[in-house]
């Protein structure tokens, strides 16, 4: 009989048994993990307006400092054509996705810095991926752009020395787009090798709406990924699995990651998880490793803003999530 490590791996390739997904946008998956259709198409969910005459937000009479560790720009002549790519069904931009139009997204929302993350899908766009967002960095105050790494390039140690030398502060990884299963031998050794150079990693995680199969980034990957790096030595990895750990894969997250050293951010879920499930998990994996994030140009500050205000956190949990942990994890402060 095949082991339960087996059988995970047929259902990643094919969406079969406990991931199948009778329709691919309107499933998330409750604690047993079974499908439950119909949170992908909901509403967010709003709160009272928070943003005070100054522009900024306020909570309980203070300014709550802001920011976005997950949103998306590309260099302006492929801008258009690269999101024309990734529209698939409902989803739809909220606006363009070059430099320029994220710096002013910025602007009007009223965050301090959004965190661009680029994915090079190739290894040899690496190079030119990370001199654009060094680029980017010198030339845009709101932008904060990590480097693009391919795992398992031939050359992965000397584009993360380089992307070092650039000053960019961390390393963004979809393995949903580069065909790298999550806890995969490359990924081991970049884990170890960004734990060097002291630069976090952030995960897609889960499934994704352009690109759901083969289901390369599992919660159960990302916890195996986490015993192969402790085996390298590499206990206490800046890691970051994006859309609550696992995007539609929360009971999966639930048991495999939460309570784990791991941060989750909260992209692309406003009124795509149930209000009941988001808030568990952050109470149960902690306040201090969740990040704010929006997956621009798909969703925006504000309705994300108001759907985790909805939660009914403390004020010391919402600072934690919306400025704090990124501010610490990126050494803002410094």
């Not at 406990?18 to 198409?41: D, I």
């Not at 943003?51 to 909570?59: D, L, T």
């Not at 925006?300 to 704090?324: C, P």
Request: glycine content about 8%; hydrophobic content about 40%.
């Amino acid at each position: 009989m095949p082991g339960p490590a087996a059988s995970r791996r047929r259902q990643e390739k094919s969406g079969g048994g406990g991931l199948r997904m009778a329709k691919k946008q309107k499933v998330c998956y409750s604690k047993e993990n079974t499908p439950v259709e119909g949170f992908a198409g909901l509403q967010p969910v709003t709160v009272a307006q928070a943003r005070s005459p100054s522009g900024k937000w306020e909570q309980g009479g203070k300014t709550m400092r802001i920011v976005d560790i997950h949103t998306h720009i590309y260099p302006d002549q492929v801008a258009q054509k690269a999101i024309a790519a990734l529209t698939k069904g409902p989803l739809r931009p909220l606006t363009g996705c070059t430099a320029a139009e994220a710096q002013q997204a910025a602007e009007a929302s009223g965050v301090i810095y959004s965190v661009c993350l680029p994915v090079a899908t190739r290894a040899k766009q690496v190079e030119h991926i990370n001199r654009f967002s060094a680029e980017t960095n010198s030339r845009y105050s709101k932008l904060i752009c990590f480097a693009g790494i391919f795992p398992g390039a031939a050359d992965m140690e000397a584009q993360i020395d380089l992307a070092a030398q650039l000053k960019l502060p961390g390393i963004k990884i979809h393995p949903q787009f580069q065909g790298v299963f999550l806890d995969d031998p490359a990924m081991v050794r970049l884990v170890c090798l960004a734990d060097a150079y002291h630069m976090p990693v952030i995960f897609h995680g889960g499934l994704d709406i352009a690109k759901p199969y083969p289901l390369y980034s599992s919660p159960w990957r990302a916890a195996h990924l986490l015993q192969m790096a402790a085996k390298q030595g590499v206990s206490k990895p800046r890691l970051i699995f994006a859309h609550m750990g696992g995007y539609a894969l929360w009971g999966e997250v639930e048991k495999e990651l939460v309570g784990k050293d791991v941060y989750f951010d909260t992209s692309f879920l406003a009124g795509r998880i149930p209000k009941d499930v988001i808030k568990r998990i952050i109470l149960n994996h902690g306040a201090e490793r969740i990040l704010f994030g929006t997956d621009f140009p798909w969703q925006g500050v504000e309705e994300n803003r108001d759907f985790l205000l909805s939660l009914g956190l403390s004020q010391q949990q919402n600072q934690a999530i919306f400025y704090d942990n990124a501010a610490a994890l990126l050494h803002l402060d410094e």
